[in-house]
């Protein structure tokens, strides 16, 4: 027994050429006319016994055909695309091409458009249901039926910059500390027969990779960095940490013909279990360096103090004097509270 390896195939793109829609469309109704006004004459002929019945039979039969088979069937090939929008059209399950470009087009009645992330809502993006089309666009919706329910479903596939903002997720820092964190991802579709053929539906396949991709990102950096060294942490340093996070994602959804414009964390958080503890660490750790400047700042103005009474000759102060001034200057510059001096009118000794 021998067994085949089959090598996956990456699409590349293929731009179709459509004749114009509107030519085509005048020329089948004005088509259709003429054989309509030949199967009547036909039956007038029979009826009438007018001509020979040969003739009469053949108008019938290919006036009927065309008017009523092949009319209807090239009304079919009729597209209307708008701005950053396009088809991706096979034909009995061979890739032609991807129809392009805002206009009116016609192509061959047996394509169909393919795009199986066509009406599925997910949280890939804040992607547009399937509209309902205006008159002047029904025509170009006569070959999406779906085969299952019969419904007219929008295959058209969107070029245009698209959203995706994923769930908020739980995810373990560098540090092990459980926090929260969210993201927004601008994408778009580069390459169309990628996007249809490579992976099974391409809007949930990039909000799976954006999830492997944020927590393997996660991974590698502390929540923040007290320390205040050049050390990356994600609330630091999140503009470093959105390049990487978006090069990530682009390595994975390459295969799907995706392009990753940007990447931002939109939330950040510790997890509720820990954001108490960390909350008081972090008030801790204000307080310290609050007081930390308030010692600074006092010394420096007992320094001052003591320098300019020795320059400007007021008080003479012997070591002991000086460390109860000391003592008592400290006191009611880093005190919480303010200070109730007591007035000594007597001599200092």
């Not at 030519?23 to 007018?50: D, K, P, Y």
């Not at 950053?84 to 458009?113: D, H, R, S």
């Not at 991802?185 to 249809?196: E, G, P």
Request: proline share 3%; hydrophobic share 45%.
């Amino acid at each position: 027994m021998s067994v085949t390896n089959e090598k996956k195939v990456h699409h590349e793109e293929i731009e179709l050429r459509a004749m114009n829609g509107m030519s085509c469309l005048i020329m089948n109704i004005l088509a259709v006319l003429a054989f309509t006004a030949a199967f009547i004459f036909g039956i007038v002929m029979i009826v009438n016994e007018n001509g020979p019945q040969a003739i009469a039979l053949t108008l019938i039969i290919v006036g009927s055909l065309y008017a009523f088979v092949v009319g209807p069937i090239l009304f079919v090939g009729l597209k209307i695309l708008k701005p950053n929008e396009a088809f991706v059209m096979t034909l009995f399950g061979k890739y032609i091409g991807t129809l392009k470009g805002a206009g009116f087009y016609w192509v061959n009645p047996f394509c169909v458009a393919v795009n199986p992330a066509a009406g599925v809502t997910s949280t890939t993006s804040a992607a547009v249901k399937p509209q309902t089309d205006t008159i002047a666009s029904a025509i170009s919706s006569l070959n999406s039926f779906d085969s299952a329910s019969l419904g007219i479903v929008n295959k058209r596939l969107s070029l245009k910059d698209m959203t995706l903002n994923n769930d908020k997720q739980k995810i373990n820092d560098q540090l092990g500390n459980p926090i929260i964190i969210g993201i927004v991802v601008i994408w778009r579709v580069v390459n169309t027969a990628k996007a249809v053929f490579n992976v099974d539906n391409y809007k949930e396949y990039l909000s799976i990779q954006c999830d492997s991709a944020l927590r393997n990102i996660v991974r590698l950096y502390p929540y923040d960095n007290p320390s205040n060294d050049n050390e990356e942490s994600l609330r630091g340093s999140s503009q470093e940490v959105a390049e990487k996070l978006r090069d990530e994602i682009q390595k994975k959804v390459e295969v799907a013909g995706l392009e990753i414009v940007e990447a931002r964390i939109t939330h950040l958080s510790y997890s509720e279990e820990i954001a108490a503890v960390m909350l008081q660490r972090q008030q801790a750790s204000a307080i310290i360096d609050a007081r930390n400047m308030i010692v600074e700042g006092a010394v420096g103005m007992v320094e001052m103090a003591l320098s300019k009474l020795s320059e400007n000759d007021i008080v003479e102060l012997d070591e002991e004097r000086k460390a109860a001034m000391v003592s008592n200057l400290l006191v009611v510059l880093c005190g919480n509270r303010d200070a109730q001096p007591v007035v000594n009118s007597g001599s200092i000794y």
